[in-house]
C-alpha cells in the first residue's frame, strides 16, 4: 500500500513541476539518472495496478451503496415491487453514477487514468512508440539551431539516454526561443518604417 501513496506522490510531483517554468523542468530531468528513471517506473507500474484495484473496488462499493439507499428509501414502507418503483430505482442509480463519473473525470487530471500514462510515457525511452518521426525531427533541428538546446541534449546524454519528457523540454524550450524571436522582428517591424 505504500507503494501506492509513493506513486500518487510521484504523480502530484509531475503535476506540480509541470506548473514550473521551462527552466527548473529541464534542471529536475537533467537531473534524473537511468536507474532513478527504471525505479520510478517500476514504482509507477506497482502503484497503478493497487490504484486501478482499488478504484474499482470504491466505484463497486460506492454504486452499489447508492443502489441499497435508493431502493431501500423507495421501498421504506411498501416492499411491493412494481416497474415504475423498479425503473425509478434504476433511473436515480444511473444518475448517480453519472454524477460519480463526472467527479472521476475531474479527479482523473490530477491522478487518475490518464495521469498514469502521462507519467509512464514521459520516463520511456524514445521510441517510435512514443515519438513521432515529426517530434524526433523537430528536436534535433532545433538542437542543430539553437545552442542551448544542444547543450541541454549533451549534458542529459552524458548520463543517460533521451527520454519522451527529453524530447518534449527540447520542444518547447526551441518554441520559446522561437517565439521570442518573432516577437522581437514584430516588434522591429513596426519601428523599421
Same mark, same amino acid.
Given at each position: 500500500?505504500?507503494?501506492? %501513496? ?14 514550473? =517554468? ?84 475531474? %479527479?482523473?487530471?490530477?491522478?487518475? %487514468? ?5 507519467? %509512464? ?39 543517460? =539516454? ?32
Amino acid at each position: 500500500m505504500s507503494d501506492l %501513496f509513493k506513486g500518487l506522490n510521484l504523480l502530484i510531483a509531475d503535476n506540480e513541476l509541470h506548473r514550473k =517554468p521551462l527552466e527548473q523542468q529541464a534542471a529536475y530531468w537533467l537531473s534524473k539518472t537511468d536507474r532513478g528513471i527504471e525505479h520510478e517506473i517500476h514504482l509507477l507500474d506497482v502503484a497503478k495496478g493497487q490504484w486501478l484495484a482499488g478504484s474499482v473496488m470504491v466505484w463497486l462499493g460506492a454504486s452499489l451503496t447508492a443502489l441499497a439507499i435508493i431502493a431501500d428509501n423507495l421501498w421504506e414502507h411498501s416492499y411491493n415491487p412494481s416497474f415504475a418503483k423498479i425503473v425509478l430505482v434504476l433511473l436515480i442509480w444511473v444518475a448517480m453514477l453519472f454524477v460519480l463519473w463526472l467527479i472521476a473525470q475531474v %479527479f482523473d487530471q490530477k491522478a487518475g %487514468f490518464s495521469r498514469w500514462v502521462t507519467a %509512464f510515457s514521459s520516463r520511456e525511452p524514445v521510441t517510435a512508440e512514443n515519438d513521432s518521426v515529426e517530434q524526433i525531427q523537430e528536436a534535433l533541428d532545433l538542437a542543430r539551431t539553437y545552442p542551448e538546446i544542444l547543450e541541454y541534449k549533451q549534458r542529459v546524454v552524458a548520463r543517460r =539516454p533521451l527520454r519522451h519528457e527529453d524530447i518534449r523540454i527540447m520542444r518547447e524550450m526551441g518554441r520559446q526561443r522561437r517565439h521570442a524571436e518573432i516577437a522581437r522582428e514584430l516588434t522591429q517591424l513596426g519601428t523599421i518604417s
